[in-house]
């Protein structure tokens, strides 16, 4: 029994040497995963079929008068058994691929059996089939696992060889029932020990290839996690061709796609990979990808080159993956991966795809959201801002009314100056960054208004630097600054004082700097000085430039508070050289 | 003990701990150590309910006699069937109104905590008492099959059993219970094919043969009873006292809803039939290959084993052993966990509100009284001797027949049946047992079973009990446990100004 065993153990490991071999093949480990498509059953029903029969052919023939045969035949000779691991595969497959794949399994291999005859075929014909369909109920009923355990599976496979020894004794001829019975005795326990074993071993093969598949599939969704993390740090704010073009390189770089187009309703933002040459940013989409994009909303694929309508007759991509961005329920524009071979595209790829275009779309949804919740804002702030004016714009006119029979022609340039003031705050109040310039008119209007009425009390100290760069500040910025200096630096000084506004170079911007010579910030106010952001206690006006400053051009360009060295406030804020024109 | 012996029973043993290993791992709680969770599937517990069922008295014992006795053998087999197919008026309100244990379906009825008292002590004896003869059944088994001392057998199995409940309970009792079923059916079938091979594929040639020896005579009835009446006293109480055996009936408790309980009453009988059926063929079989009588262990009971032997060697003799191995150890498996549910659960847990304070939990409870029930049965089966197992089974059988039966039926199909009937019925049953054993043991005469006296007397004490008692515990509507949680709102007072 020892030497029987040892024996047919040496067989079943050179069928597990095999069967671990094919699985380094990725393609054969695809195959060990439960196919539930009818054309994948066949194909692994055929694939265990396989190693059954290479199992059977590694057996050794064992006659009904018990002789042992260690030389190898094509076939077994017609009064010997073939005592091999060829069940092992049969038992396997049932374990994997369910009843209806052991079963098939089993018919197959069960065929084969037939072919090659031997003493009692019909024995391994039964066996084989019993044995696939039994171990598929049996992966049934343990369904919470998806592989059986090697240890579980060594407990079923042993009872394939005693189903085996059994259907020889059934199939014995009557003549030959001692014989039988003395084979099945000397057979019986080394195929148990072999067989448990052997399937065991097989078992943990599959499992150790489904580790490493499973491996494969974590690392892959840890590359598409990377990729959709730094996609989406350059997609902040709106689909535009500056990050278009960092997404399409980005992706160019990681998925490894021909080209990459990023493009929004009309036109390409960027194009990266190949066909660059007449893929270029700023042509208009392609019309059929166009109309994919529109009409569907859903991800496509392209196969052919006639429906990617490229016009150039020699463009090297050849298909592509048309993936849809959305932005507030509206198709915004879309990614469209190229390949240069009509079936280049995995299907891992497409499903990333997929999945990235639904987050960049939510993405931009989140940008759309944010720029609203800006607009809101910054609606809310120049409502508060026109609050200011009507005191300014009642006490004007008053002015004017007194003016107009003591000094009509004064009276007259002050209307033209409140017109243009008006004009410029009604301005302020339509757009959300304007030129220094056209805020220094408004500001200057103020201050001949302002003279006019305080009766050139006020002295009016304008520094403004030569050849300064174009910069952009929010409009009726400045202005209030201004009045904040006229209303608590001079109403307690009835003698008049002093306002100078200085705008000068600093670094590559500009610094805008209101100083005046009253009494200066009381100390709660310069406590809150250092903030960026926030109220200003006592000062409606001023917390309200902060806010647009900070909202409009971020946070370095704050309003500022100090108190001068010989008394009187400065504030002061600092424009950049090129603002984030039409960011905000 | 021959190699293949050794292999097949330690791969059993093997098999069989790595469930308890499995079952142990997740984790426990009363919920499922008693009752799986009712988590099983209808087909799993069918299956369960198979391997609870088919003791070796069954596999074994069912096969002998049919081999030995003929037509009063099949009787006997057809017995165990038909008691089977009784268990359908019972399962599913036991299902329904049991928790944990038989103790519990009947208390949720009446709400008298003296009633759960005596059904669990009732359930204790029964379960206990049953797994006395298992117990030594299975030393002998081991004796005769594998060459071991008796004593050492029992402790084996014991020890075993013990560690299957302690570790996993429910949920291991029932997979070891499902795994047996399984490969008792899958090895008869195949012995009967086996035997249909040898036979040409004609039941005449086997019915010839197996009838050859006594000329005949095997298929006259009356050839183990003398009289219809002592044939009556063992199979009545066979048929009922399987509707009175806790073992079986807390396997309902361990699926979810009365589709899953209908569905393993239909997987359990299709299993069941097949399985009596194939013994019958076995049974013959081992009378027409000359397996039975002297040649089959000392009261001829090893008749299917012998069987073996003659179709295939040692090696199919060794794994019809090592199933018949399994088939013992699921079976007092199962009784170990009904009794543990009784001792642990009903009178410790439930009654004397034990372990005081709460910080010891029921679980730990329930372990360590599986262990000591364990011990305890062990021990009682050590000083059990061989040839009073038989009488002692159908004592075991009448007892419950008399004492659960009739107190079953009536709680579910009887409106006016109350609590005090319920007791007057178990006592009395009881009583008539207890009186009849005593009488027996004095006369030291055999004599015929006292099963139908003993039953009529349990189903008189219920109906006497429930009219001479109607007031004081009447049967209360049944109570949804929800009922209190779904009072209506109260509704907000009526201001008057």
């Known amino acids: 029994m020892g030497a029987l065993t040892f024996v047919i153990l040496q067989r079943s490991a050179l069928l597990l040497v095999a069967v671990f071999a094919l699985t380094r093949i990725r393609v054969f480990r695809h195959l060990l995963d439960p196919a539930d498509g009818i054309r994948l059953r066949w194909l692994d029903a055929l694939v265990f079929a396989v190693f059954a029969a290479a199992g059977s052919e590694l057996g050794l023939d064992v006659s009904l008068s018990g002789q042992v045969s260690h030389v190898w035949h094509w076939r077994p000779a017609a009064d010997a058994l073939r005592i091999g691991p060829d069940v092992v595969a049969i038992v396997i497959a049932g374990l994997l691929g369910g009843p209806a794949v052991g079963l098939l399994a089993g018919v197959l291999t069960g065929g084969w059996l037939l072919v090659m005859g031997g003493a009692d075929p019909w024995a391994g014909v039964l066996t084989q089939i019993l ?8 992966a049934h009923f343990f369904a919470d696992e998806r592989v059986l355990a090697p240890h579980k599976a060594v407990f079923v496979g042993l009872f394939a060889p005693v189903l085996y020894t059994g259907m020889l004794l059934v199939f014995t001829p009557p003549g030959q029932v001692e014989q039988g019975i003395a084979v099945v005795n000397q057979i019986g326990p080394p195929l148990v020990i072999a067989d448990s074993l052997a399937v065991g071993v097989f078992s943990a093969i599959v499992h150790v290839a489904r580790a490493e598949e499973e491996q494969a599939t974590a690392r892959e969704m840890q590359r598409a996690l990377t990729l959709v993390e730094r996609a989406l740090s350059h997609l902040r ?3 535009d061709e500056p990050s278009a073009q960092k997404l399409a390189e980005l992706l160019m770089r990681e998925l490894r796609t021909a080209a990459v187009t990023v493009c929004d309703r009309q036109r390409l933002l960027a194009h990266v990979g190949k066909g660059a040459d007449h893929h270029r940013p700023g042509d208009p989409v392609p019309e059929p990808a166009l109309r994919m994009l529109l009409q569907s909303g859903e991800l496509r694929t392209v196969a052919d080159r006639v429906s990617l309508g490229c016009s150039r007759p020699d463009c090297p991509l050849r298909g592509a993956v048309v993936v849809p961005l959305h932005q507030s329920g509206e198709i915004a524009g879309g990614v469209i991966l190229y390949v240069s071979r009509a079936r280049g595209i995995r299907s891992a790829d497409i499903e990333l795809a997929r999945g990235l275009g639904k987050l960049i779309s939510r993405e931009l949804d989140v940008a759309a959201a944010e720029m609203l919740r800006r607009t809101i804002q910054d609606m809310r702030l ?6 200011v004016h009507p005191h300014f714009l009642f006490n004007t006119l008053n002015l004017i009314s007194g003016l107009v029979r003591i000094d009509p022609d004064r009276a007259r340039r002050l209307i033209v100056r409140l017109g243009q003031f008006l004009r410029a705050s009604l301005r302020a109040s339509e757009q959300r960054l304007v030129p220094l310039a056209e805020e220094l008119e408004m500001a200057f209007a103020y ?10 009390r006020i002295v009016f100290d304008w520094r403004i630097d030569e050849n300064l760069p174009s910069v952009l500040i929010p409009p009726g910025t400045l202005q209030p600054l201004v009045e904040n200096s006229v209303k608590h630096g001079l109403s307690v000084r009835p003698e008049g004082g002093r306002i100078q506004v200085q705008i000068r170079h600093a670094g590559t911007g500009v610094q805008v700097e209101v100083r005046d010579d009253g009494p200066g910030f009381p100390p709660d106010v310069l406590y809150s000085a250092g903030c960026t952001d926030g109220e200003i206690p006592g000062g409606v006006g001023l917390s309200i430039v902060r806010q647009r400053l900070v909202a409009l051009l971020g946070a370095e360009s704050t309003l500022r508070l100090a108190n001068g060295p010989h008394g009187g406030a400065v504030v002061w804020f600092h424009l950049p050289a090129r603002a984030k024109e039409g960011v905000g | 003990m021959a190699a293949d012996d050794l292999l097949f029973l330690l791969t059993v043993l093997a098999g069989t701990l790595m469930i308890s290993y499995w079952s142990a791992r997740s984790r426990h709680d009363t919920d499922r150590f008693y009752a799986a969770s009712r988590g099983l599937t209808g087909v799993q517990n069918g299956l369960a ?26 009787l006997y087999g057809a017995s165990f069937f038909a008691s089977y197919l009784l268990l359908w008026t019972v399962a599913e309100s036991v299902h329904r109104l049991g928790r944990y244990t038989l103790a519990d379906a009947l208390d949720s009825h009446f709400r008298r905590s003296w009633l759960r008292f005596a059904t669990a002590v009732n359930t204790l004896i029964i379960s206990v008492a049953y797994l006395i003869p298992q117990l030594v059944a299975a030393g002998e088994l081991a004796q005769s099959l594998l060459g071991w001392p008796r004593t050492w057998a029992v402790w084996w199995i014991g020890l075993l059993m013990t560690l299957y409940v302690a570790v996993g309970g429910m949920v291991s009792t029932s997979w070891v219970q499902i795994v047996k079923s399984v490969l008792l059916l899958s090895t008869a079938a195949l012995m009967a094919l086996i035997v249909g091979a040898r036979t040409g594929w004609n039941p005449a040639h086997l019915w010839r043969a197996a009838v050859a020896p006594d000329g ?4 006259a009835p009356g050839r183990l009873y003398d009289t219809a009446w002592a044939s009556l006293s063992v199979n009545v109480p066979l048929v009922l006292g399987t509707m009175g055996m806790p073992h079986i009936l807390v396997r309902f408790l361990t699926v979810r809803g009365p589709t899953e309980v209908r569905r393993s009453l239909t997987t359990a009988t299709s299993a069941l039939g097949l399985f009596y059926l194939l013994v019958l063929v076995l049974g013959f079989a081992a009378a027409a290959f000359g397996a039975s009588g002297a040649s089959a262990g000392s009261d001829g009971s090893l008749a299917v084993i012998v069987l073996a032997r003659r179709l295939g060697g040692p090696f199919l003799a060794a794994f019809v052993s090592a199933v018949a191995f399994a088939t013992v150890l699921a079976v007092v498996t199962g009784l170990l966990i009904t009794a543990t549910g009784a001792l642990a659960h009903d009178l410790l847990h439930r009654t004397f509100a034990w372990p005081p304070g709460d910080h010891r939990d029921p679980l730990t409870l329930a372990r360590v009284c599986a262990v000591l029930l364990g011990l305890v049965a062990t021990m009682a089966a050590l000083l059990v001797h061989g040839p009073s197992i038989t009488a002692l089974v159908s004592l075991v059988f009448v007892w419950a027949a008399a004492t659960n039966v009739p107190v079953l039926l009536c709680t579910f199909y009887w409106r006016r049946f109350t609590a005090a009937g319920a007791l007057a019925g178990m006592a009395s049953g009881a009583g008539v047992t207890a009186g009849w054993l005593l009488l027996h043991a004095c006369a030291k005469a055999g004599g015929v079973s006292p099963g139908l006296w003993a039953i009529g007397a349990g189903a008189a004490g219920c109906l006497a009990g429930s009219l ?9 509507p049944e109570r949804e446990p ?12 009526v201001g008057d100004g």
């Open chain 2, 468 to 476: 001479l008692w109607p007031g004081r515990s009447h049967a209360q």
């Open chain 2, 482 to 493: 929800q009922a209190d949680a779904a009072k209506p709102y109260p509704t907000p007072p």
């Open chain 1, 447 to 456: 201050t001949d208004i302002v003279k006019a009425r305080f009766d050139d």
């Open chain 1, 237 to 239: 704010w709106q689909l």
């Open chain 1, 131 to 138: 044995a696939g369909g039994l171990a598929g109920l049996t």
């Open chain 2, 49 to 74: 309910i198979s391997g609870d069922f088919i003791s070796a008295a069954s596999f074994l014992g069912v096969s002998s006699t049919v081999a030995r006795w003929g037509f009063d053998g099949f």
């Open chain 2, 216 to 219: 005949g005579a095997l298929l």
């Open chain 1, 382 to 387: 120049r409502n508060l801002q026109a609050q």
